[in-house]
């Protein structure tokens, strides 16, 4: 079955720098790659997601790309401010029956210092 | 929170009660979604449903059972709980006009079991 690795399990960087998290997956017939932000004592949020057919895609200061060659895609957070602080999940769907099955990264905890 | 709400949203119950845990949406969504969150291994798909009374097994499913007798309410019932169920539940939906890999998740309950 499909397996998502997550890395770094934490993350720490200064207000203004970048974040990459990384996600690598194992199945090549996985199309679509969402990210998740966790604030403490919440439900994992939708920020960005990516489908199989586009190489990278934008939004304000966060962007995701995907090589499918390799089976990895990544998050990138640019200007990283205090807010941004959070558990980060990666995923990626397979088809299965007619459903599409999310499975999940491990998560990276963002620290972001001022 | 895609208008999904989750009660209780903590509980502490002994080994062996029966426990339940309800998941409300209030937009008539077709898919929806429980899963568990413990640490070191994201989250984790235990039950979905793509219809009233229509529900199959995700990967974590041994222990628990799900129904759904409307639409709007999805409940997952712990038969007879044990420690190893000790953990964050998250319900989630898929919107009806997109593809079911997209989801949005409720805010958590918190389970301890003792």
């Known amino acids: 079955g499909e397996n998502v690795e997550q890395h770094p399990s934490t993350l720490s960087v200064q207000e203004g720098d970048s974040a990459v998290i990384k996600c690598t997956y194992s199945?090549?017939?996985?199309?679509?790659f969402p990210w998740y932000k966790q604030e403490l004592g919440k439900g994992p949020q939708l920020i960005i997601d990516i489908r199989s057919n586009v190489g990278e895609k934008k939004d304000q200061r966060i962007a995701v790309t995907l090589n499918k060659t390799a089976k990895h895609f990544s998050l990138h957070i640019t200007e990283t401010q205090p807010e941004d602080s959070a558990v980060y999940f990666c995923a990626a769907s397979l088809s299965s029956g007619g459903y599409n099955k999310l499975i999940f990264g491990a998560g990276t905890r963002l620290a972001v210092h001022p | 929170d895609a208008g999904i709400t989750q009660s209780p949203r903590h509980k502490v119950t002994e080994t062996g009660t029966p426990v339940t845990l309800r998941c409300h949406q209030t937009e008539n969504h077709r898919y929806m979604y429980w899963y568990r969150q413990d640490p070191g291994h994201g989250l984790r798909l235990i039950h979905y449903?793509?219809?009233?009374?229509?529900?199959d097994k995700g990967e974590v499913s041994d222990g628990y059972s799900v129904s759904r007798s409307k639409t709007e309410d999805f409940l997952l019932t712990l038969e007879s709980a044990t420690s190893s169920q000790t953990s964050v539940y998250f319900c989630?939906?898929?919107?009806?006009?997109?593809?079911?890999?997209?989801?949005?998740f409720g805010p958590g309950t918190r389970l301890t079991v003792l």
């Open positions: 199945d090549s017939a996985s199309n679509y």
């Open positions: 449903s793509y219809g009233v009374k229509d529900t």
């Open positions: 989630a939906i898929s919107p009806d006009k997109s593809s079911t890999d997209t989801q949005y």
